[in-house]
């Protein structure tokens, strides 16, 4: 039996732990004052979140609704304010507090108007102390609305990286994908981009999408390269329940055939981006080798000291990660958007996941093993005052045995090549009982 059949390889996409499925109701409420008191104050990251697009892809299960009623990006502006400044009267003094990367993202924040871009900006520097300008700012669009005037106030603002979500330059698979988008549109996007000397160009691009085939996908990543892109991120395609492919009738079981042919493109595209000059940072993530370093990517997730601002994003502390209530489904997401937008009082979190220190230890395990330069033993023992094998050996060992991790009996633990290609099935397989438990619990809405 191959590995591959062994375990899926594309059970969960993991770019946060727990999963926001696992968070609940907190019945204490507790304060924002209270949660961010002993917090370290110093790195903060900071993420406002847009819950708008122009369309829904069919793959999306992202908290974002389609369009906006007139008024509404405005009422959405004046709650992100209300938020924060709650967040930032809980930081207290504000010589103790400092901004080291800040994000915008969604949904899609380019969905707002180049004024309503400058509000969100100000709501960062003004209301949050974050100086765009002297940190570094990520920010997502879509090829629609990466227009000029946009792009004019993002980039005097400060932002130092775009992502542009293209998924695919061969317009059938757009289409089959449910993401209604022409070619000359997406170079016409880029071309914008370039012009404005942003310095960091992402470029997202998708593997799985039916009819793909391994030369169209090469047509895909040579069409991105041509670009330069700085970065690139290669997503496999996930159907999920509630999404516009999902209701489509997709099947959600695992597929062996499909494993195989997105499996078969990882590794083309993988190797395709090394030979041409780019360096895998993650499974996902792979950057051009002479690209300037940027602090807010996958890694930002690692830490603790985040602050999200919007209905859908999420913050972490130490001992709490919060958020809103979560949905899909695009009735139970304009609920929950109105909801936030009459909230008056934004000082107490509702719901969360408590985190406790055997969480946090995996965690950390978990985050730094899905990145390729994998974990530093010497690191997670100054951290935690033991080593991974210590908590973690079974599972450690579970995955050496599969060809998938070296270094255990070194300073250093990583996946293999083989092992990163897995990091979707890896993910998974390190949650906690209590955090599976919780997310196969959730009620999906």
């Not at 969100?120 to 974050?130: N, P, Q, T, V, Y």
Request: charged share 25%.
């Amino acid at each position: 039996m191959t590995t591959a059949q062994l375990t899926s390889p594309y059970q969960h996409y993991v770019y946060a732990y727990p999963h926001k499925t696992a968070y609940r109701g907190l019945p204490d409420r507790p304060s924002l004052v209270s949660l961010w008191a002993a917090e370290a104050k110093d790195a903060l990251s900071l993420y406002l979140h847009i819950p708008f697009c122009e369309v829904r892809c069919g793959f999306c299960n992202l908290f974002t609704r389609i369009g906006a009623p007139d008024g509404l990006t405005g009422a959405y502006l004046d709650a992100l304010e209300r938020q924060a400044d709650a967040v930032r009267n809980a930081l207290g003094h504000e010589e103790d507090v400092r901004f080291a990367t800040a994000a915008f993202g969604g949904g899609t924040p380019t969905f707002l108007t180049a004024a309503e871009l400058e509000r969100l900006c100000d709501i960062a520097e003004h209301r949050m102390g974050a100086g765009l300008r002297a940190i570094p700012l990520s920010v997502e669009a879509s090829p629609a609305t990466a227009t000029a005037d946009r792009l004019a106030v993002l980039a005097d603002r400060g932002t130092t990286r775009l992502s542009l979500g293209v998924q695919s330059f061969v317009d059938a698979e757009a289409r089959s994908a449910v993401r209604p988008q022409r070619r000359a549109d997406v170079e016409a996007a880029l071309a914008r981009i370039r012009d404005t000397r942003i310095p960091v160009l992402n470029i997202d691009l998708i593997y799985g999408i039916d009819g793909q085939t391994e030369q169209s996908w090469r047509h895909s990543l040579d069409a991105a390269l041509a670009w330069r892109p700085e970065e690139l991120y290669l997503y496999p395609l996930y159907v999920r329940p509630l999404t516009g492919l999902g209701r489509r009738g997709a099947d959600h079981l695992p597929d062996p055939a499909w494993d195989g042919q997105r499996l078969r493109l990882y590794r083309a595209g993988r190797d395709h981006l090394l030979a041409h000059g780019y360096t895998q940072q993650s499974m996902r993530m792979f950057r051009r080798a002479d690209a300037p370093p940027q602090g807010a990517d996958d890694y930002a997730c690692q830490t603790d000291g985040m602050i999200g601002l919007g209905c859908g994003a999420r913050s972490y502390t130490s001992t709490v990660h919060y958020s809103f209530d979560y949905a899909v489904g695009m009735h139970e997401i304009r609920g929950i958007i109105d909801d936030y937008v009459a909230t008056s009082d934004f000082s107490r979190v509702e719901v969360g996941y408590r985190m406790d220190g055997q969480e946090a230890r995996r965690r950390h395990l978990l985050q730094s093993l899905l990145q390729a330069e994998g974990l530093s033993v010497g690191d997670y023992r100054a951290r935690f005052g033991s080593a991974p094998a210590d908590e973690f050996g079974p599972e450690l060992h579970r995955l050496a045995d599969r060809g998938w991790l070296t270094g255990t009996d070194s300073t250093t633990l990583r996946l293999t090549p083989e092992g990163l290609a897995h990091s979707d099935a890896i993910g998974p397989e390190l949650f906690s009982p209590t955090v599976r438990a919780a997310m196969s619990a959730y009620e999906r809405k």
